[in-house]
Antibody
Framework: QVQLQESGPGLVKPSETLSLTCTFS????????WSWIRQPPGKGLEWVGY???????NYNPSLKSRVTISIDTSKNQFFLKLTSVTAADTAVFYC??????????WGQGMLVTVSS | DIQMTQSPSSVSASVGDSVTITCRAS??????LAWYQQKPGKAPKLLIY???SLQSGVPPRFGGSGSGTDFTLTISSLQPEDFATYYC?????????FGPGTKVDIK
């Protein structure tokens, strides 16, 4: 059974770096693309970026200067780093598998709050 | 960026009703469109991809159509578990973008 699970700090201070991990189970991460999507409380969905298992990544230009997605195929994990966060970055962050640019399987989501 | 719009923003319906949601892209995306269902506190769930292909395990009362810039999601014979927010997403051009959502609630 395919499962994705986000983990990381739920509270980050302004100007610091948000770091999340997505752990994939039920298969091998070395087969596809993997993405992060975020959703501010009460708002819509925003694609953050994705990474291919070989390591190439594609980011949303709105975040490109602050975001890095990486992958560790040996651990079936991929990662999100978002630097210089502000309150506007407060959101539920989802990790998801990507097939033909569609988001097929999703994690349950993790709320990250930016606050001092 | 390709802008996605949805109408209506919300709709009230009864169990057994048929509901149609419209999604419009700001430029031609062929059939590179998906629909997702999201319930409160849950992750979105892929319902339809490639505008009209039903994701495995999704009931056939969900149907998608359209191409180019105009697309529709139809839910025939609405069931209690279908009350949720529905998002469209274009998969044609980066950055991948979503519509603002349509909330289907109980009349």
């Amino acid at each position: 059974q395919v499962q994705l699970q986000e983990s990381g700090p739920g509270l980050v201070k302004p100007s610091e770096t948000l770091s999340l991990t997505c752990t994939f189970s039920g298969g091998s991460i070395s087969t596809s693309y993997w993405s992060w999507i975020r959703q501010p409380p009460g708002k819509g969905l925003e694609w953050v970026g994705y990474i291919y298992y070989r390591g190439s990544a594609n980011y949303n230009p709105s975040l490109k200067s602050r975001v890095t997605i990486s992958i560790d195929t040996s651990k079936n994990q991929f990662f999100l780093k978002l630097t210089s966060v502000t309150a506007a970055d407060t959101a539920v962050f989802y990790c998801a598998s990507v097939t033909s640019n569609y988001f097929q399987y999703w994690g349950q989501g993790m709320l990250v709050t930016v606050s001092s | 960026d390709i802008q996605m719009t949805q109408s209506p923003s919300s709709v009230s319906a009864s169990v057994g009703d048929s509901v149609t949601i419209t999604c419009r892209a700001s430029q031609d995306i062929s059939t590179w469109l998906a629909w997702y269902q999201q319930k409160p506190g849950k992750a979105p769930k892929l319902l339809i991809y490639a505008a009209s292909s039903l994701q495995s395990g999704v009931p056939p009362r969900f149907g998608g159509s359209g191409s180019g810039t105009d697309f529709t999601l139809t839910i025939s014979s609405l069931q209690p578990e279908d009350f949720a927010t529905y998002y469209c997403q274009q998969a044609h051009t980066f950055p991948l973008t979503f519509g603002p959502g349509t909330k289907v609630d109980i009349k």
